[in-house]
């Protein structure tokens, strides 16, 4: 057998943790993109419609829809 274990299960994983490492990098860098373009579009929406929330609670009615 010259001197070699089958199926120990830990012949890559010394290898493999950079990749593991740089995926998850990768995602986390995804997620914190998506959460700043959502955090943005409802900055935006809350924006355009400033004026008419404005009018809205001059005139008594609430801030609704």
Same mark, same amino acid.
């Given at each position: 057998?010259?001197?070699?274990?089958?199926?120990?299960?830990?012949?890559?994983?010394?290898?493999?943790?950079?990749?593991?490492?740089?995926?998850? +990098?990768?995602?986390?860098?995804?997620? $914190?993109? %998506?959460? =700043?373009?959502?955090?943005?579009?409802?900055?935006?929406?809350?924006?355009?419609?400033?004026?008419?929330? +404005?009018?809205?609670?001059?005139?008594? $009615?609430? %801030?609704? =829809?």
């Amino acid at each position: 057998m010259n001197g070699t274990r089958r199926g120990s299960g830990s012949e890559g994983r010394d290898e493999m943790y950079p990749v593991f490492a740089l995926v998850g +990098a990768l995602c986390l860098l995804i997620l $914190a993109v %998506a959460c =700043g373009n959502l955090g943005s579009l409802l900055l935006s929406r809350g924006v355009a419609r400033e004026r008419e929330i +404005a009018i809205r609670v001059a005139v008594g $009615a609430g %801030a609704v =829809g």
